[in-house]
T-cell receptor, first 113, second 112 residues
């Protein structure tokens, strides 16, 4: 039981390049989330999904897109990377929203030059 | 709107000393509150959570937190710090929409 996994672990992009971050969970959770972590700002929600085929915007969605084609996977895309998107990205999942614990992946460190 | 404020971005204690990390929340409804820990270069791990049962919540690694509605606080404590407790700690509140709102984080350093 791997829990929540993220690929890649680290990536360097040039401004304007695109990339996709993959999150996978093997706990059959309905809810999945993408956060970004920046120094002194805690974690901020980018997008989330309440089930297969559904997505919704979080606190800081601009410049990102997501897809949840399969229940176990949640993809985060950057169509045209900007230096402001340099951050550490965390994926999380939870069984439901009612007080349930969110389980986090190990993170992806992204540097945009 | 619900929010969380962590007082002190950095706390330093000596090994064996009391650990106290402060968290205040704002919520118009009874909150679900969480403390997560992040060790260097790792993801977040749940320490404990409050879901309107007992006000004193015990978590892993000897940590506990007390929910005080009158003070809108959920401070994290541990009686005796270990070197292995050095990490960043995040307080969070769960919104009615199922989203976690995190505080800014408190980095705990433990001196030998």
């Amino acid at each position: 039981n791997a829990g929540v996994t993220q690929t890649p672990k680290f990536r360097v992009l040039k401004t304007g390049q695109s990339m996709t971050l993959l999150c996978a969970q093997d706990m059959n959770h309905e809810y999945m989330y993408w956060y970004r972590q920046d120094p002194g700002m805690g974690l901020r929600l980018i997008h989330y999904s309440v089930g297969e085929g559904t997505t919704a915007k979080g606190e800081v969605p601009d410049g990102y897109n997501v897809s949840r084609l399969k229940k176990q996977n949640f993809l985060l895309g950057l169509e045209s990377a900007a230096p402001s998107q340099t951050s550490v990205y965390f994926c999380a999942s939870s069984p439901s929203r009612g007080g349930e614990t969110q389980y986090f992946g190990p993170g992806t460190r992204l540097l945009v030059l | 709107a619900q929010s969380v404020t962590q007082l002190g971005s950095h706390v330093s204690v000596s090994e064996g000393a009391l650990v106290l990390l402060r968290c205040n929340y704002s919520s118009s409804v009874p909150p679900y509150l969480f403390w997560y820990v992040q060790y260097p270069n790792q993801g977040l791990q749940l320490l404990l959570k409050y879901t309107s049962a007992a006000t004193l919540v015990k978590g892993i690694n000897g940590f506990e937190a007390e929910f005080k509605k009158s003070e809108t606080s959920f401070h994290l404590t541990k009686p005796s710090a270990h070197m292995s407790d050095a990490a960043e700690y995040f307080c969070a509140v769960l919104t009615q929409g199922g989203k976690l709102i995190f505080g800014q984080g408190t980095e705990l350093s433990v001196k030998p």
